[in-house]
């Protein structure tokens, strides 16, 4: 504990007073270049050189990313400085005296066997290889990476913006990113200008040597008296010896410049890196013990050494094989187990309760409308018949899950909504569906059916037939179709109970990014969520758009402060959207309808009675039927001419004359004199009256 508490007390006293020992540091370095070393403090120093190129070069290997040692660049000129002032100091030595320590003698005998041809030799490749190779591969590499860092800034600064627009991340979160895409551009810079030192380096040592040998070889001859071949071994060596104990950290701090520029994104180190990713398939370390077996065979060729390593490759490749097959094992038991624990966990139970929004039951004779494989299409269909419902009604139709039931007919297919079936029919795959639009002038034979969205009367007809069955004035639609239709006919009816809480509370956020002041000022203070969903539903329920979210919420924010009834405050919003409605119900600038008699509606205006839990009307039994059979009637005349059964009242009593027959007429569209734009004609081809 007291070795502990001492070393964190002597790393803390390090890192408050980093600056300093930095800038001691650099004019030391400096000093060393005219002030002369004692040798023994130029071995220190040599080796303390070695000891930095080795810690720089694993703190190198254990990086992840770049940024991890963003301090590099400076460090690879503190380093070059403190090299090329050990050069100095050595080379001082060495023509003054003749001797530079131990550790450059020792390179210049034991390294290259006292031999001075096969150490400068060795010099000479070891400066190329730095110089050559790695010094301006790392050059080059750390220019492109900053060049194409700083043109992605503009994508990956839009890529941030559109993430936070989203909701996808945080302030903060943006804020670290930019940050660092900024520091990524200022690193590769640096280090495409930090790696001129190292190539400056490796020009200096050049240079360098052939002075000291230069140098060395005259001082010998002339102030020393040796002769040319001692003047020559002595210098050499020591040069040559000079120069590698240099040379050898020079190679390690180019080659932790390479692996930091070289290093591409990813969650490890290098060295799990290269195993993971070297030995992850086992094939290719058969395929290789093959060839290389092949060579052992192949006369001429040193059989021993390759069949050494075909054997190496092929254990190396048995194991890997061996522990993928533990891995997989291990993974299909884990899952089995997960299953096991899964069944018995009371969570399980929960995950019964969810309920898809919308489903879609197919019998198996119809899997083929969904396997694109067979050239089905039905989620194709899917797909438009939502985007025909986000045009039409503004409605984002939820996700519509698609299973096949083995306990209905094989032809049969059920809509459900929440779980409940609302909707089914039967689909002939080989067939098409010929249905009579009032055109036909010659019938034909077929199966009988019904169509089912619309409940028409129809045949199931064979291909060969479709032609004939079209010259014959028939409306003949494939199977797929008929399956899309009704879908999109059943969204359309029951769009109302589709649009819940969260689907508003997204329409309220989509309008947020283009017109927040008008959202704010709704919600919440005006209504909340669930007040603008009854709302929209009532709309929807009579299937007017709500794709104009922001005239919705300009009519709910002038009339919300004067009632709270939402039936009241939809009313206000039909009238705003009057050009709309106007336009889904007219023909050639024509509206065709019907209207009420006068003392109709002051007997229904006068029998309404309102509650808290809301408005409707009150009439005798013998009244209502009365009613409903003139209103029957009158809508038949309206629907023998082929127009829609439109019925055109008074503003006043639109909503409750609306509720009165909704529930024993399907389809009818009620709408108001305030509801039609004045450009319009309105053609009254019938009055009902009791």
């Known amino acids: 504990m007291a070795e502990k508490g001492v070393s964190s007390a002597a790393g803390g006293f390090i890192q408050k007073y980093s600056d300093v020992f930095i800038a001691v540091a650099i004019i030391t370095i400096v000093i060393m270049m005219i002030i002369p070393l004692p040798t023994m403090l130029l071995d220190l120093l040599l080796c303390l050189n070695i000891t930095l190129a080795l810690v720089v070069v694993m703190v190198a290997i254990y990086n992840v990313e770049a940024l991890d040692f963003s301090v590099f660049p400076s460090l690879l000129l503190l380093t070059t400085l403190f090299r090329l002032a050990l050069n100095v100091s050595s080379t001082r030595l060495i023509l003054l005296e003749g001797y530079a320590g131990e550790v450059i003698t020792a390179f210049g005998n034991f390294v290259v066997g006292g031999n001075a041809v096969v150490g400068f030799i060795v010099f000479c490749i070891l400066v190329v290889i730095q110089f050559i190779v790695i010094t301006r591969g790392a050059e080059r590499v750390a220019e492109v990476s900053a060049r194409f860092t700083l043109d992605a800034m503009p994508g990956k600064q839009m890529s941030i913006d559109a993430d936070l627009n989203q909701g996808a991340i945080t302030d903060a979160e943006a804020r670290r990113r930019r940050e660092k895409i900024q520091r990524e551009a200022d690193f590769y810079g640096a280090m495409d200008g930090a790696s001129k030192f190292v190539k400056g380096d490796a020009v200096a040592a050049i240079i360098i040597i052939i002075i000291n040998i230069t140098g060395g070889f005259v001082i010998g001859m002339v102030q020393r008296n040796l002769t040319v071949l001692q003047s020559l071994q002595n210098y050499t060596l020591l040069t040559v010896g000079e120069g590698l104990v240099n040379q050898i950290p020079a190679l390690m701090i180019s080659t932790a410049t390479g692996l930091i520029v070289t290093r591409a994104a990813s969650e490890s180190d290098l060295g799990h890196d290269l195993v993971s990713q070297i030995f992850r398939n086992p094939r290719i370390f058969f395929i290789t013990s093959g060839v290389l077996l092949f060579f052992a065979i192949v006369p001429g060729l040193p059989g021993i050494p390759f069949f050494c390593l075909s054997l190496l490759s092929g254990f190396v490749g048995y194991n890997l094989k061996k522990t993928a097959q533990a891995a997989e094992e291990a993974v299909t038991d884990e899952k089995q187990d997960k299953q096991k624990e899964e069944i018995t966990k009371p969570e399980n139970i929960i995950s019964l309760l969810q309920v898809d929004p919308m489903e879609l039951e197919i019998g198996y004779s119809l899997i083929p409308l969904v396997d694109t494989g067979q050239g089905g299409d039905l989620l194709e269909r899917i797909v438009m018949i939502r985007r025909q419902c986000a045009l039409e009604l503004g409605l984002v139709v939820p996700t519509i899950r698609i299973r096949d039931n083995i306990q209905i007919k094989p032809n049969a297919y059920i809509i459900k909504l929440k779980g409940i079936e609302i909707a089914k029919g039967e689909l002939l795959l080989d067939h098409f569906l010929a249905m009579n639009s009032g055109t036909v002038f010659e019938e034909m034979q077929g199966i009988e059916t019904t169509e089912p969205a619309f409940g028409l009367p129809a045949l199931w007809i064979t291909e060969e037939q479709r032609e004939q069955a079209e010259l014959n004035g028939y409306t003949v639609v494939d199977a797929v179709s008929v399956l899309a239709t009704h879908l999109t006919e059943v969204i359309k009816s029951h769009a109302d109970e589709i649009l819940g809480r969260q689907e508003t509370q997204n329409l309220i956020d989509n309008l947020k990014k283009t017109n927040q002041s008008l959202v704010d000022e709704v919600i919440p203070d005006l209504m909340n969520v669930g007040e603008v969903q009854k709302v929209l539903a009532n709309l929807l329920r009579e299937r007017v758009s709500i794709r104009d979210m922001g005239t919705i919420l300009e009519v709910l924010a002038d009339y919300s402060r004067a009632t709270k009834d939402t039936e009241v405050l939809t009313e206000y919003v039909r009238h705003a959207l009057a050009r709309q409605i106007t336009q889904q119900n007219i023909q050639n600038n024509l509206l065709p309808c019907i209207t009420l008699d006068p003392a109709i509606e002051n ?88």
């Open 603 to 690: 007997r229904i205006g006068g029998a309404v009675q309102r509650t808290d839990r809301g408005s409707y009307v009150s009439l005798d039994p013998d009244t209502m039927q009365k009613l409903l059979a003139a209103l029957q009637t009158e809508l038949a005349k309206l629907t023998n001419m082929g127009y829609q059964p439109i019925v055109l009242t008074s503003p006043a009593v639109r909503l409750y004359f609306r509720k009165l027959v909704e529930r024993s007429i399907q389809g009818i569209i009620v709408l108001s004199h305030a509801e039609i734009e004045q450009s319009v004609e309105i053609q009254i081809l019938g009055v009902v009256k009791i």
